[in-house]
T-cell receptor, first 113, second 112 residues
Framework: EPEVTQTPSHQVTQMGQEVILRCVPI?????FYWYRQILGQKVEFLVSFYNNEISEKSEIFDDQFSVERPDGSNFTLKIRSTKLEDSAMYFCASSGYSQETQYFGPGTRLLVL | QQQVKQSPQSLIVQKGGISIINCAYE??????FPWYQQFPGKGPALLIAIRPDVSEKKEGRFTISFNKSAKQFSLHIMDSQPGDSATYFCAASSYNTDKLIFGTGTRLQVFP
């Protein structure tokens, strides 16, 4: 069964450093998403991406965040200058059509020290 | 308006019992209501979903009940099994957006 994969599974970084989280969505999917989950809290939407551009972003997704689909398979989330409060589990998701099932990856646990 | 309220926060059920998790929303533009199951260290996985044109949807031991007038929906897990022990999230999205608004989650523990 096709699945969304994410790398790395864990990342530890120093405050102020840049991090890039990588995702490989399901191959024929067209809609891509990033969500995050702070430990013990609910899953929060960050951004959606379709047709090589951001279709929607949340208030959390400020100028420190960016997304890119650099080739036909990868989807990345970049945090330019990490803050302590960016520590969370980051989930990538993809769907084949708008408003259809979103399939989530296993997540990247980011710890900012 | 964008919130989805979920209860209870945690639930302990005996094997074979019925687990019931409730969610409520305010935004009448919501028209897609999925339930996700999450095991520790894993991403959320879609369990079952409903749209407001039906009041109930059943898939195996899992049933969503939907009350449009009350703006509430619930997940029923019949014959609960220890393997069902996980965190369950309700979610909602509206016709003009793909973003899922998640509830706060319910940690279900099923004891043998």
């Amino acid at each position: 069964e096709p699945e969304v994969t994410q790398t790395p599974s864990h990342q530890v970084t120093q405050m102020g450093q840049e991090v890039i989280l990588r995702c490989v969505p399901i191959s024929n999917h067209l809609y891509f998403y990033w969500y995050r989950q702070i430990l013990g809290q609910k899953v929060e939407f960050l951004v959606s991406f379709y047709n090589n551009e951001i279709s929607e972003k949340s208030e959390i997704f400020d100028d420190q965040f960016s997304v890119e689909r650099p080739d036909g398979s990868n989807f990345t989330l970049k945090i330019r200058s990490t803050k302590l409060e960016d520590s969370a589990m980051y989930f990538c998701a993809s769907s084949g059509y708008s408003q259809e099932t979103q399939y989530f990856g296993p997540g990247t646990r980011l710890l900012v020290l | 308006q964008q919130q989805v309220k979920q209860s209870p926060q945690s639930l302990i059920v005996q094997k074979g019992g019925i687990s019931i998790i409730n969610c409520a929303y305010e935004n009448t533009a919501f028209d897609y209501f999925p339930w996700y199951q999450q095991f520790p260290g894993k991403g959320p996985a879609l369990l079952i979903a409903i749209r407001p044109d039906v009041s109930e949807k059943k898939e195996g031991r899992f049933t969503i009940s939907f009350n449009k007038s009350a703006k509430q929906f619930s997940l029923h897990i019949m014959d609960s099994q220890p393997g069902d022990s996980a965190t369950y999230f309700c979610a909602a999205s509206s016709y003009n957006t793909d973003k899922l608004i998640f509830g706060t989650g319910t940690r279900l523990q099923v004891f043998p």
